[in-house]
């Protein structure tokens, strides 16, 4: 049995690659999808053993599946989360998919307003986004206003592959991921699975904001301004994956 751990971006469609792999008849995703275990975030819970997390999410189906695999989008931002899990699973197989991040921290916001976290504008919102990660109080395991931080992904991947492998680690491409069966079978060959497996859902959007795009105005005019917010990250980004992220490039959609 191996274990496989999608630990983020959020809203970069980390709930359709769970639905892509918990289809495959080789891979048991730990259940409910929400609320995520983030078990590795909890010391109390963590430190009660490997034996007690998968009795907790497992239980009884450990040998029906070539794959257990958990996702919590939290552990992105904790190195400690990453030397957690290799201490339970050395060889574990770690997920990350990532959006464009001016994309993503749009529809970062969106959620934040869905769920009636946040009341600023958007460029309000960025404009107070530093100050906010200093001073904000909130009740979420990571910061809900950090939507032009969070899209900086090199910083939190380089957490992972100082503790984990360069061959465990699977950086995908939200655009080009999803609903491209080539690119899941690919991610199937890659974890050693059946990747002639056809997910009944693969052409299906999941957890999408439910708010009016209002800002449309607001967003085209700050578009310019956070595509060169991510220009040195996206570069140390591909020069870590070795292509290029052409999607992302400006003009783009």
């Known amino acids: 049995m191996a274990e496989l751990f999608i630990v983020g971006a959020q809203r970069s469609g980390t709930t359709y690659l769970y639905n892509v792999l918990d289809s495959h008849p080789h891979i048991l995703m730990a259940k409910p999808v929400r609320p995520e275990p983030k078990f590795f975030l909890k010391r109390n819970e963590w430190e009660k053993g490997r034996e007690y997390y998968e009795s907790l999410y497992y239980s009884g189906r450990l040998n029906e599946h070539e794959y257990i695999g958990e996702k919590s989008t939290s552990y992105i931002e904790y190195k400690k989360v990453a030397g957690r899990i290799k201490g339970y699973y050395p060889d574990a197989r770690i997920l990350f998919i990532l959006r464009n991040p001016v994309e993503r921290a749009y529809s970062n916001y969106r959620f934040s307003v869905d769920n009636g976290i946040e009341d600023l504008s958007f460029s309000d919102a960025l404009l107070v986004e530093k100050e906010r990660l200093l001073a904000a109080q909130y009740n979420s395991s990571v910061n809900p206003f950090a939507y032009v931080q969070r899209g900086h992904y090199i910083e939190y991947i380089q957490s992972y592959a100082e503790v984990f492998d360069k061959s465990r680690i699977n950086i995908l491409i939200h ?37 009016v795009n209002h800002n449309e105005v607001a967003m085209s005019k700050l578009k310019s301004e956070l595509e060169m917010l991510f220009v040195d990250s996206n570069r140390r980004l591909s020069e870590y994956m070795g292509r290029d992220t052409p999607v992302w490039e400006a003009g783009d959609e």
């Open 175 to 211: 655009e080009e991921f999803v609903s491209n069966m080539q690119a899941i079978a690919a991610l199937y060959s890659w974890l050693g699975v059946d990747e002639g497996h056809v997910p009944d859902n693969y052409d299906i959007k999941f957890n999408e904001s439910d708010s």
